[in-house]
């Protein structure tokens, strides 16, 4: 007979004997659960505050149909998408993040707003600086 863990947190099922727990606050998950309090994004967002702010560009997207990219100043990538949800221009889909080079040129008119794809060509013309 196996060997019975006690139950996960979320769904119930019983875990195997090897215990999994939540790093954070130590709840027994399954290897399906995530946990319900989300730390790990929590401690992700925690971690982040100890970082200077720097531009991100976000870019959206499913599959290969683009929804629309953002430059938002943030500690992280964490809070970077997070404020995209603040501003309310956070299309949807997968999104894809890089730190804005230093440096590159970043114009007022970009920040903090929902951009198209023209829009990006009209500030980081011919070769974007994004790879
Ligand atoms: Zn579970
Ligand atoms: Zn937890």
């Known amino acids: 007979m196996r060997a019975q863990g006690p139950p996960c947190a979320v769904c119930g099922n019983r875990v195997s004997k090897a215990v999994t727990r939540c790093p954070w606050c130590h709840r027994v998950l399954c290897l399906r659960c995530e946990c319900p309090n989300q730390c790990w994004k ?7 505050l100890n970082q200077p702010l720097r531009w991100f560009y976000l870019s959206f997207a ?3 149909r683009f929804y629309g990219a953002a430059i ?3 500690p992280g990538e964490a809070h970077a ?4 949800h603040q501003l309310g ?3 949807g889909g997968e999104v894809a993040i890089f730190a804005v080079p230093d440096g590159a040129p970043l114009p007022e008119a970009a920040k903090n707003r929902l951009l198209s794809k023209s829009d990006i060509e009209t500030i980081w013309p ?3 600086i994004l790879k």
């Not at 929590?42 to 982040?48: F, G, R, S, V």
């Not at 998408?81 to 995209?84: A, L």
């Open 126 to 128: 011919a070769r974007s």
């Open 62 to 64: 499913v599959d290969d």
């Open 42 to 48: 929590t401690q992700i967002l925690t971690d982040e």
């Open 81 to 84: 998408i997070q404020r995209t």
């Open 89 to 91: 221009i956070n299309p």
């Open 72 to 74: 938002v100043e943030a």
